[in-house]
């Protein structure tokens, strides 16, 4: 008995002092600024850290924005609107060309300073596009092309001025040198690195922090970037670990080792704020968990029973329980922060029991099993949302029988019937191009799975990519949305997506409007 | 030490009064009244498992500030745990019995294949042993869901394939000592067929090391099954069984405690009851405690 | 011997070549890596480039001839995900993997068999019951239920150890407890019945009734005896250590073999998934090797068996 209490004393003795390091000084150079221990889910799910592979918003979208910026930036501190970044400004030449001047004096995380021809070079063959003397892998230029579908070039036009030059003319352009996969890296140390391969793990960019370590499947460590354009960072070391229970998150934010924790289930965080020195920062992101059909299901044909599903799911009482009021039914596919392009009016189609019995009615559905494919808890709270959404259908008439599928490849298998699936959408940038033309346009991931097409949607994407005329994009927009949730539904938007972060009290972060942990002197108030 | 044991005692052991002691017979009842829950679960569940009622999520069992309407809570979804246990213990009963059933019987069949026949046939069942062994379950259940979806048969069948391996190196085992031992080298001499030697002597004499055997099976496949929902493989929804239920209620575990409390204490108590009986069975048929 | 050792090789050659196999057609046939890591969001053009970069195009039995014979040249290949050689991404975590299986398993045996044992020699006692239910206890409970229960208390409650991690010897102490827990009782219960069944043999009666000292009796007669199915159970506990402790590494974000294989197979890495399958079918023949040596140690009436027909 005493043996085994002498041990745990020890081994408390030994366990205390991680807990203190926050406070501790080791530093010669007397660096009194905090370590950092941050829970996340998963730090990668390729198990990569470039951009072009790791696209998951969920996971590098968390710290990408660290080590690597692009021209334009999103304001984090605000509504993710346009702001300068690695440019200090930027003007249209003509429809198909925008020219930026590179902000002077940036050093990058080797000691150079950025100058246009990193700028090409991040775009360029070697990089993005492939051809000539690369070897990428032959995915890197089909993701690049994903972003930049008609982008020519980008010209040198001195030391620190660029020019875009986009083959068609495309009003998106700034949004999508401000949008993820544009991020600028080092030429000189991309080349010294050598292949793809070689720097796909070894990023080098502009950020306030500079890449220590990366262990795939379990820890990042970033070191501050003392040169930073934007202040000296207010972190000594970011260490961002691999956790994958959300219990075990919060335990270890509770216990210290943690400062914070990621993914917070929003109906957990009243039972977490009781923990003295613990809050709960978060809110909606941009991106909408979504329900999709394959129309050629055969009870899917008539899309009188589409709509019907969507009338009768009741999101608000999602919202209002799973997400604790901290999400919203938002106003269709789309988002605030399209400006000029945001459809004030339009809603998701009402949760109306009724109204979806009488269309099943007039379609004649006659109870064909319609398979629900999900994943488990992929999404957050897939499973629960999942099933309280069979209860809906269930409760008008519908047969939904839920299939629960280990992996991505099982969900769009296309051996046994498919009829409604879980997704979500995202918007990369401040356009409807970026989210319904991308994902739900004749390119899109669902025409290309086969699940659903229709020919007007396919025409309005094309006058939504290459129009100029705001008056004629934003009429193709809003015929857009009443094809996709009304006419001829290709998908029900369940609810907005938030994101909730756990953190000790006494660290002054805010938590940005996104899926990103800013920890760039802005997102810090010392 | 000497090998030699009396043919006699082989045979069943001579008539005695075996009374039941306190605790075994209470181990029965709850058995009994687990396989009762089992097979009225969808006559005495209180609302249906499905039913969810997202206003009344999380109420507290009764003791802990919840209300007669859900004796013991509600869930995330508001959904009655009691009926669900009800229902998952039906579940979980089936896949436990009925797994550990196929794993005993394709184990000790299996084993005393081996033991009996020796050369190739005991090559190839080690082989298979063996190929069990380093297989991780993770991929074998990968394969039963991808390959033939949420079907309980299956699934079922699936678990049975746990730990038949362990019940076939015991048999074997114990069978080659068996064989190696007076009375089988006896009754065979006296011209007994092989499997009347192997049901009726070898069997009795092994039986009890594979009853502990099968009684450890039984928790097992329960928590492999609750092991599998953790990682996302196990009984799927709309089903739901003991393991899945703690596997989802750890999430709130410091929240809503009860979700996982009544299924845990399910699991440990009739784990508790089956090996009791086991125990007890065990020194039943052990000829050589007489 | 050269037989036994002969036949014992063919047999493991075949079972890690059935493994191999096995775990080849389960794994591409149930998902498909190139959506698997790209995320299904990604372009068709990019999904098709990466398949055909890494032969996912071909028919099947092409994909695996060309797997089985880079194998044979001692070329396990390379994970999918970050193009690194998957037998380095095996090794790297081997370490952390052993820093909780084999702890564990010493808890397991040091707790688990004295206690079997000494059940076993106080029969239907109160201490027996106690063991007994305390063993059955320590299996029922998941793994991670127990894990997350022991966190609250001596690292949440307490703060007297860290909560998960790998970064001081301190964080070994929960997930070792928390896996060797469980292994113990059901140790402890095989261990008590393999005992019991020795007692009751008629050469334990009668040594006892020549007038054998009773420990003399029970360290020279019953424990060689009950090692024997022990033994079993026990070496299986060693052929599991390096994919038994998948759900514990989890709960405490621990980056060992076991997480590893999860990641790998949730995205259909095949080299890697195939290279720790060969490194547990090999600790498991291993072990199962070393157990048939045992027997013969511990009966001597099994030894010619052992050598003559394994």
Partial sequence: ?526 | MSGVVLPAAGVAPPKRVHRMPPGVMAAVLWIGAMLAVAVLAEAIRPYSITALDLRARLTPPIGMGGTLRHFLGTDELGRDVLSRLIVSIRMSLLIAFGATAIATVLGTTLGFLAAHFRGWVEQVVLMLIDFQASMPFLILALAVLAFFGNSLPLFIGLMGLYGWERHARIARGLAIAANAQGYAAAVRQLGARPIRIYLGHVLPNIASTLIVSATLSFPEVVLLESGLSFLGLGVQPPMTSLGNIVGYGREYLTRAAWILLAPSAVIVLTTLAVSMVGDWLRDRLDPTLT | MLRFFALRLARSVLTIVLVVTFAFVVLRLSGDPALLIMSPDAPVEAIHAFRHEWGLDQPLYVQYLRYFLAILHGDLGQSMRDGRPALALVVERIPATLTLAVPALALKLALGIPAGVYAALHRNSLTDRLVMAGAVAGFTVPSFVLGLLLVLLFAVQLGWLPSGGSDSWSSVILPVVTLGLGGAGMLARFTRSAMLEVLGQPYIRTASAKGVPWRAVVRGHALPNAAIPTVTIVGFLVGSLIAGSVVVESVFSWPGVGRLLVVAVANRDLAVVQCILLLVASTMVAANLIVDLLYGVFDPRLRNQAAGAH
């Avoid at chain 1, 203190?20 to 660096?31: C, E, K, L, V, W």
């Avoid at chain 1, 070191?223 to 354009?229: K, M, N, S, T």
């Avoid at chain 1, 109870?367 to 999404?379: A, C, L, Q, S, V």
């Avoid at chain 1, 939504?464 to 029900?492: H, N, W």
């Fill in chain 1, 1 to 526: 008995m005493s043996i085994s209490r002498r041990l745990l004393l020890a081994g408390a003795g030994a366990a205390a002092l991680p807990r203190f390091a926050i406070a501790q000084n080791t530093s010669p150079a007397g660096d009194d600024r905090p370590e950092i221990t941050i829970a996340v889910a998963k730090i990668s799910n390729s198990g990569v850290l470039d951009p072009l592979r790791e696209q998951s918003s969920n996971a590098s979208e968390r710290w990408l924005g660290s080590i690597q910026e692009t021209l334009i930036a999103r304001n984090q501190q605000g509504r993710l609107e346009r702001v300068p970044g690695l440019a200090t400004n930027w003007r249209r030449i003509d429809e198909t060309t925008v020219e930026l001047s590179l902000r002077p004096g940036v050093k990058l995380h080797n000691g150079d300073t950025l100058t246009a021809e990193d700028v090409a070079f991040s775009f360029g063959p070697e990089r993005m596009f492939g051809g000539g003397r690369s070897n990428l892998p032959a995915d890197i230029p089909a993701v690049a092309r994903r972003h930049w579908p008609h982008l020519a070039r980008v010209e040198v036009v001195d030391r620190l001025t660029v020019r875009f030059v986009n083959a068609t003319p495309d009003v998106t352009m700034e949004g999508r040198i401000s949008a993820g996969g544009s991020e600028i890296c080092s030429r000189r140390a991309w080349t010294e690195n050598g292949d793809w391969q070689a720097n796909s793990s070894k990023l080098v960019g502009t950020g306030p922090y500079k890449l220590r370590e990366f262990r795939p499947d379990a820890s990042l460590t970033l070191d501050a970037h003392d040169e930073y354009w934007g202040g000296r960072p207010p972190i000594k070391t970011l260490r961002f670990l691999e956790v994958p229970e959300a219990a075990s998150r919060i335990n270890g934010l509770r216990s210290g080792e943690y400062q914070f924790a990621c993914d917070v289930q929003p109906d957990a965080i009243d039972d977490i704020e009781v923990y003295p020195g613990i809050e709960v920062l978060g809110g909606l992101v941009l991106n909408h968990r979504i329900i999709t059909f394959d129309k050629h299901h055969p009870a899917l044909v008539d899309p009188r029973v589409r709509l019907a599903m969507a009338h009768a799911i009741d999101g608000r009482s999602i919202v209002d329980t799973l997400w604790d009021g901290r999400a919203r039914v938002p106003p269709g596919l789309q988002w605030e922060f399209y400006g000029d392009m945001f459809v004030k009016g339009w809603t998701v189609p009402p949760y109306d029991p009724a109204a979806a019995r009488e269309l099943l009615n007039d379609a004649g559905y006659d109870g064909t099993p319609i398979p629900y494919r999900i994943r488990k808890d992929y999404y957050p709270e897939e499973t629960a949302t999942a099933e309280v959404v069979t209860e809906c259908w269930k409760l008008v008439g519908l047969n939904t029988p839920i299939e629960v599928k280990e992996n991505w490849a099982q969900v769009l298998d296309k051996a046994g019937p498919r009829g409604v699936r879980d997704w979500s959408n995202s918007a990369v940038f401040d356009d409807p191009v970026s989210s319904i033309v991308n994902q739900h346009g004749p390119n899109g991931a669902q025409q290309q799975d086969g699940e659903w097409t229709n020919a007007e949607m396919n025409t309005l994407s094309g006058v939504l990519e290459s129009g100029t005329d705001v008056g004629k994009r934003k009429q193709a927009f809003a015929r857009m949305l009443q094809i996709c949730e009304r006419e001829d539904p290709t998908y029900i938007v369940l609810n907005q997506n938030a994101v909730f972060t756990a953190k000790r009290r006494e660290l002054p972060w805010r938590q940005p409007p996104s899926f990103f942990l800013d920890f760039s002197p802005r997102g810090w108030e010392s």
